[in-house]
């Protein structure tokens, strides 16, 4: 297969050329980080979506679903901690037309002046040797104060200026430090502008502030505010879970890599709320159930590694990644977070609703502690794709181009050839799509010879074909062609969704 970065080129051509995604609006040019799913990748969408329902919804007693609005009360945000958390300040270059977090700029340049400190530290260490007093040193000598006191007077300025919104400052302190571009070395810069990766948005025709909304950034908050309209009603007992699929979007400042980072995108996301104490272990059960999950659909285990959250959000106790190995290398698919009873609390803090669980067995109510389990359905599929699509060389010395998507997740599970456009093969091929329709996505396909339609189908991903010719008149069979293996077998016609039905069954490939 071709390297890594023409790999990613052929995933995204294949995509496109199989009906898979699209541009948003591509005859408009496109629409920067959206994107569209075509008549393929619509199905594949869906067929992912179902199979993580039913496997959380499902086969979890435990688990119910939901269907959250994406828009919700302000205060929701505000409680969650994303209106001030989810901000970045940001400056662009004039000259390299690069854009940056301010921020980041700014503590890059205490960095330097800690470099520095650092190393008349050294210096004075290897002069001095065991005599070295490195306490009495940092606070007396001249020039480790200055850098220190410097960086202390530099961050405490940006910090109170970002606080108090003075925003004007921060570009002042950034043009008085003297910082350049790290690209192009000019200091020609704009101001910086407050930037919230939440898209805002006006309810009804109202001008005043309190009705600006938010697209959702996450699907879980719509679970955290339904905690106890889903317990009560339901009678849930702890532990149970709530699971959801939805849209989210988040104003994404760079932007790139296809799907993987999108500003729509879907999550699929379970929220299990548990004994406070009870946290880690549940922790380790939704590492090992999420683990299996992924194993089933056999997309290798070499592709997949955990990566534990060293540093940890303020309101998580243990985080790990499911890392995926995509065309650009390991990066996160899924988080797995323990954390802790935050939100829920932040919601009773910010409503004046009692979010709690009264514990029979304890006898005491309590805010429940939550493990989240959160996946991008897109990054998924760009898992799933990237993954199926194969260059195979054949035994004969030709090549095939195949999509080896998994067959409970293909978007076509069968299509039906009449091997000839006469003589009555077409109409029992029809005949094959209305039995087995019902049951499956099939299609129908009587263009080219068979061996190019064969080819086609590969590529598309559709795990079988079906093909009708003159004897199936004589002896009711049918040629029936694995995309996988390209065996082929001669079945009676009414054995085919036996066939089918066995291939995709969610309980051989989960269970
Ligand atoms: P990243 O660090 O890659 O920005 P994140 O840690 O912000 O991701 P979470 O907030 O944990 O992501 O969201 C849960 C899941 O949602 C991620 O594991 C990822 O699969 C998906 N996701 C997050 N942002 C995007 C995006 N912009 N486009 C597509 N999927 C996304």
Known sequence: MANNQDKFKQVIAHAKEYGYIFSSSEIYDGLSAVYDYGQNG??????IKTYWWKSMVQLHEEIVGLDAAILMHPKTWKASGHVDAFNDPLIDNKDSKKRYRADVLIEDYCEKLEQKAQKEITKAKKRFGDDFDEEQFVNTHPRVVKYRSQQKEIMQRMAKSLDAENLADVKSLIEELEIACPESGSRKWTDVKQ????????????????????????TAQGIFVNFANVQKTGRMKIPFGIAQIGKAFRNEIVARQFIFRQREFEQMEMQYFVRPGDELKWFEYWKEQRQKWHQ??????????????????????????IEFNFPFGFKELEGIHSRTDFDLKAHEKMSGKKLQFFDPELNKNYVPYVIETSIGLDRMFLAVFATALQDEELEDGSSRTV????????????????????????????????????????????????????????????????????????????????????????VKIEELNAIIAKEVSFKNWMG
């Not at 109202?206 to 009705?211: E, G, Q, T």
């Not at 456009?421 to 129908?444: C, M, S």
């Open 42 to 47: 619509a199905e594949l969408k869906n067929n």
């Open 195 to 218: 930037f919230n990766l939440m898209f805002g948005t006006k309810l009804g025709a109202s001008a005043d502030s309190a009705s600006d909304l938010y697209l959702r950034p996450e």
């Open 296 to 321: 089933s659909l056999g997309l290798g285990e070499e592709n997949y590694r955990f990566h534990d959250h060293e540093k940890l959000a303020h309101y998580a106790n243990a985080a790990t990644d």
């Open 403 to 490: 999509l080896k998507i998994p067959s409970i997740l293909a978007p076509v599970k069968a299509a039906v050839f009449p091997l000839l456009k006469r003589d009555g093969l077409p109409e029992i091929a029809h005949e094959i799509v209305d039995q087995l329709k019902w049951d499956f996505n099939v299609t129908y396909d009587e263009k080219d010879a068979v061996g190019r339609r064969y080819r086609r189908q590969d590529a598309a991903g559709t795990p079988f074909c079906i093909t009708v010719d003159h004897e199936t008149k004589e002896d009711g069979c049918v040629t029936i062609r694995h995309r996988d293996t390209m065996e082929q077998k001669r």
